[in-house]
């Protein structure tokens, strides 16, 4: 697909402001919101903050990694950009919704690319209910946390936790317990995509638990529930040698 108006954004690191300078001057560009496709330039926190911003525009991103983590970038060169950008091949990914309400009763919605986690917020463990579709399939979850996790979030935070890398187009999430103690033996499980997860906080009080979807955090919940936005597509674009399913699948045999 031939992209003929190019938009540019990129993290305050030097290293991606000298790659901006460097593509503006080299590109006819026009602003991000008016753009047939979006070049990101920094890490997967940059990519992140860009998927959410043009979330509702539809616009493809195609992200050049200039920071440290660069899972969800393709590698950076200057030359030859538009021909890389008409060659690149397209992930559709659908975000995670999170509806939060407080123990003071209020509520807040986010959406998340990668996740939902909930922490606990003091010194003592957390402990939650966790249910799906209605059914409780776990009473008393005694631990530091737990996070759903989206296949394209699965080698983030989730990873960290042990949970299970999911093939981008599987119609799965993964559930994902952080450091449980009781019980034990549970690592977690994989849902359906269409699955309606909701946590309920024992002692919300007493124990008080935070909800982060991807950089936004709710503190002080005492029930969450997350899905599937299907209604929601982010675009992101990579280089056919380079895109997202191989590197979620070589992931997988690293080491």
């Given at each position: 697909?031939r992209?003929?108006?190019?938009?540019?954004?990129?993290s305050?690191?030097?290293?991606?402001?000298?790659?901006?300078?460097?593509?503006?001057?080299?590109?006819?560009?026009?602003?991000?919101?008016?753009?047939?496709?979006?070049?990101?330039l920094?890490?997967?926190?940059?990519?992140?903050?860009?998927?959410?911003?043009?979330?509702?525009?539809?616009?493809?991103?195609?992200?050049?990694?200039?920071?440290?983590?660069?899972?969800?970038?393709?590698?950076?060169?200057?030359?030859?950009?538009?021909?890389?950008?008409?060659?690149?091949?397209?992930?559709?990914?659908?975000?995670?919704?999170?509806?939060?309400?407080?123990t003071?009763?209020?509520?807040?919605?986010?959406?998340?690319?990668?996740?939902?986690?909930?922490?606990?917020?003091?010194?003592?463990?957390?402990?939650?209910?966790?249910?799906?579709?209605?059914?409780?399939?776990?009473?008393?979850?005694?631990c530091?946390?737990?996070?759903?996790?989206?296949?394209?979030?699965?080698?983030?935070?989730?990873?960290?936790?042990?949970?299970?890398?999911?093939?981008?187009?599987?119609?799965l999430?993964?559930?994902?317990?952080?450091?449980?103690?009781?019980?034990?033996?549970?690592r977690?499980?994989?849902?359906?995509?269409?699955?309606?997860?909701?946590?309920?906080?024992?002692?919300?009080?007493?124990?008080?638990?935070?909800?982060?979807?991807?950089?936004?955090?709710?503190?002080?919940?005492?029930?969450?529930?997350?899905?599937?936005?299907?209604?929601?597509?982010?675009?992101?674009?990579?280089?056919?040698?380079?895109?997202?399913?191989?590197?979620?699948?070589?992931?997988?045999?690293?080491?």
């Amino acid at each position: 697909m031939r992209r003929r108006h190019i938009g540019f954004v990129a993290s305050d690191a030097e290293e991606a402001q000298t790659a901006l300078a460097e593509l503006q001057a080299r590109y006819s560009h026009v602003p991000p919101e008016e753009a047939d496709v979006i070049v990101a330039l920094g890490g997967d926190g940059l990519m992140l903050e860009t998927l959410h911003t043009y979330m509702d525009h539809q616009i493809p991103i195609y992200g050049m990694n200039r920071g440290t983590v660069g899972f969800l970038m393709n590698s950076y060169g200057p030359d030859d950009l538009r021909e890389r950008l008409d060659r690149a091949e397209e992930v559709q990914l659908h975000p995670l919704r999170m509806l939060a309400q407080r123990t003071d009763g209020s509520e807040r919605g986010a959406l998340a690319i990668n996740e939902v986690s909930l922490l606990r917020q003091s010194r003592q463990a957390a402990k939650i209910d966790v249910g799906i579709d209605g059914v409780t399939r776990l009473e008393e979850l005694i631990c530091d946390g737990i996070l759903v996790a989206t296949p394209a979030g699965s080698t983030a935070y989730n990873l960290s936790a042990h949970g299970p890398i999911i093939p981008i187009g599987a119609p799965l999430l993964a559930l994902t317990p952080i450091s449980a103690f009781r019980p034990r033996r549970w690592r977690g499980a994989l849902l359906p995509h269409k699955a309606r997860v909701t946590f309920t906080i024992r002692e919300a009080d007493k124990r008080p638990v935070s909800a982060t979807a991807d950089y936004t955090e709710v503190r002080n919940v005492r029930e969450v529930t997350v899905y599937e936005e299907q209604s929601i597509t982010s675009h992101l674009l990579f280089d056919p040698e380079h895109n997202l399913e191989e590197r979620i699948l070589k992931e997988q045999f690293v080491p």
